[in-house]
């Protein structure tokens, strides 16, 4: 019997499997929406990490937004159990840790490219609606009146790091 799903042409080891479809993952959450849109998506089963690349860094707060291109990002849990973004050439965190594992939704790869031509096109509130729709359903989300709302322990860390190790959060974008 044949199976009905598509096959990756990528070369995947048991180290770093590459999942076939781009992701986006929500790692801030609160005073701003922090989301990764990435290109491809691996797991690394010996550093217990996802590792996403080509990713966009998108930012988006109650008056303004900004995006970032980022080769490379790390999802992992840390020693004291916080889960993480780590840019992975500066080794720099991103805002919001949390104590919830970030969600992680797969995308195909006409969605994806939707998304980036949004982005391109300096057009947020697609982007942000798909959010809505695809964490909205997630267990302990919701959506109200077009909000999307999360527990309140889901990127809700604020540790104490010097500056320098925060990544830096994007520039506004004109819409």
Request: glycine fraction near 4%; include cysteine.
């Amino acid at each position: 019997m044949a199976e009905n799903t598509p096959k990756s042409k990528e070369r995947t080891n048991s180290n770093n499997p590459t999942f076939p479809d781009p992701s986006i993952s929500l790692i801030e959450f609160g005073d701003a929406l922090g989301l990764l849109l990435a290109a491809k998506t691996e797991r690394n089963t010996e550093r217990k990490q996802i590792i996403l690349k080509k990713v966009a860094y998108i930012r988006i707060d109650s008056t303004s937004w900004g995006a970032q291109a980022i080769p490379e990002v790390w999802i992992q849990q840390d020693n004291e159990g916080l889960y993480t973004a780590i840019e992975a050439k500066s080794k720099k965190i991103f805002h919001c840790p949390s104590r919830d594992r970030y969600e992680v939704a797969f995308l195909t790869r006409g969605i994806f490219e939707c998304a980036i031509k949004c982005l391109k096109e300096k057009n947020i509130t697609p982007l942000y609606e798909l959010c809505v729709v695809i964490f909205a359903s997630r267990d302990g989300f919701d959506a109200e009146n077009g909000y999307l709302l999360a527990p309140d322990s889901y990127a809700a860390e604020r540790p104490e790091l010097d500056g320098d190790k925060w990544i830096s959060i994007p520039s506004a974008v004109e819409s």
